[in-house]
């Protein structure tokens, strides 16, 4: 009697752990970080490198960063090269735009950040 008492107490914890997993997590929306004014202002201030127009040469190129709670970027990385001369134009875009941070639940978070561009003779 005593052991069939147990074991219903044990499925019961059991159970109760069980439902305390299944429930549903809180939705985490987030919104990525932005440039100020929009994706035309990083296109704004991205410069086609005057050699590589001349040469017509084209190139892409992927950007990682950190974009803080102040819209501040630090910490860019090449993660794809296209050449120094694209790489350096893409970063100077990406330092000479102003960034919005990241939103998560209502308030502004840290986040790492990439972003692709695309160097082409139109």
Partial sequence: MKRTKLTIIGLALLLSMTQLI???TVSKE????QPVGGIET???NTAYPALASEYRFEGDVTLKFEVDVLGNVSGIQ???????MFDESAISAVLSTQWSPAI???SPVSV???????????
């Fill in 22 to 24: 299944a429930e549903p």
């Fill in 104 to 106: 998560q639940n209502g």
């Fill in 30 to 33: 987030c919104c990525k970080p």
């Fill in 78 to 84: 090449v993660t794809q090269s296209g050449g120094s």
């Fill in 112 to 122: 790492s950040y990439e972003i692709p561009f695309e160097y082409r003779i139109q």
């Fill in 42 to 44: 990083l296109e704004k």
